[in-house]
C-alpha cells in the first residue's frame, strides 16, 4: 500500500540556519506528494505539491522540495529558517486511486532564537 | 485566510447532546472531505462527498452523520458521541476528488464531556 514515512518526530534548528525535513514514500508509479504545515490550533496549509515534471518544486514562504525517485524521498528545505516557521509539518500522497490523502506521522520544527 | 471556513471554531458537549459542525467554501470545489485529527496525530479521513454525493466511508460509526445539502456546504451531525471522539474535525475540500490538492479550513475543536 502507498504510504509516507517521516522519520524525525521532532527537529530543533536556529533562526536563519538552513532546514530539511524527510519524507520517504513507497509506491509503485509516480507519486503525488505533498507538503503541509499546520501551526498551533490551526487548520492545514498547503506549502507545494508534486504531481510530474520538474523534480525541484517551489512552495509558499520559501520553502522547496526536491523529488528523488531514485531515493524514494520527497525532502522539504528551506535556506533560512524564521521563528514563525516553528509548527507541524507533514509530508502527504495520495492513495485509493487518488482518492485519498494519507499522511506521514508529521515533524514538529521548533526554532530557538 | 483560509478559503475553507468551519464553525463553530470550539464545542463542547455532553454525551447525550445533539450537534452539527459546518463547513463552507465558495471557491467551486465539487469535492469535499471530513477529517478527525487527535492531539500530536496526523489528521485520518472519515468521509469523502463529490459532487453531492456520498463517495467514501471510511468505516465511520453511525454517531457521525454526514450531510452535504449543496455544494458549497457540508455539515456534520453529532449524536450520542463518547469521550474519545474528542478531537479537532477537519474539513477540507478540492476541484475535483481524484489527484486535486485539497484544501483545509481552521477546524473544529470537539470537546465530549
Known amino acids: 500500500a502507498q504510504s509516507v514515512t517521516q522519520p524525525d518526530i521532532h527537529i530543533t534548528v536556529s533562526e536563519g540556519a538552513s532546514l530539511e525535513l524527510r519524507c520517504n514514500y513507497s509506491?509503485?508509479?509516480?507519486?503525488?506528494l505533498f507538503w503541509y504545515v499546520q501551526s498551533p490550533g490551526q487548520g492545514l496549509q498547503l506549502l507545494l505539491k508534486?504531481?510530474?515534471?520538474?523534480?525541484l518544486v517551489q512552495g509558499i514562504k520559501g520553502f522547496e522540495a526536491e523529488f528523488k525517485r531514485s531515493q524514494s524521498s520527497f525532502n522539504l528545505r528551506k535556506p533560512s529558517v524564521h521563528w514563525s516557521d516553528a509548527a507541524e509539518y507533514f509530508c502527504?500522497?495520495?492513495?485509493?486511486?487518488?482518492?485519498?490523502?494519507?499522511f506521514g506521522t508529521g515533524t514538529q520544527l521548533k526554532v530557538e532564537l | 485566510d483560509t478559503e475553507v471556513t468551519q464553525t463553530p471554531k470550539h464545542l463542547v458537549m455532553g454525551m447525550t447532546n445533539k450537534k452539527s459542525l459546518k463547513c463552507e467554501q465558495h471557491?467551486?470545489?465539487?469535492?469535499m472531505y471530513w477529517y478527525k485529527q487527535k492531539a500530536k496525530k496526523p489528521p485520518e479521513l472519515m468521509f469523502v462527498?463529490?459532487?453531492?454525493?456520498?463517495?467514501i466511508n471510511e468505516s465511520v460509526p453511525s454517531r457521525f452523520s454526514p450531510e452535504c445539502p449543496n455544494s458549497s456546504l457540508l455539515n456534520l451531525h453529532l449524536h450520542a458521541l463518547q469521550p474519545e471522539d474528542s478531537a479537532l474535525y477537519l474539513c477540507?475540500?478540492?476541484?475535483?476528488?481524484?489527484?486535486?490538492?485539497?484544501?483545509f479550513g481552521d477546524g473544529t475543536r470537539l470537546s465530549i464531556l
Open positions: 462527498y463529490s459532487y453531492e454525493k456520498l463517495s
Open positions: 509506491y509503485g508509479a509516480t507519486p503525488y
Open positions: 508534486y504531481f510530474s515534471g520538474d523534480t
Open positions: 471557491m467551486g470545489h465539487r469535492a
Open positions: 477540507a475540500s478540492s476541484l475535483q476528488i481524484s489527484n486535486q490538492p485539497q484544501h
Open positions: 502527504a500522497v495520495f492513495t485509493g486511486g487518488g482518492n485519498k490523502l494519507t
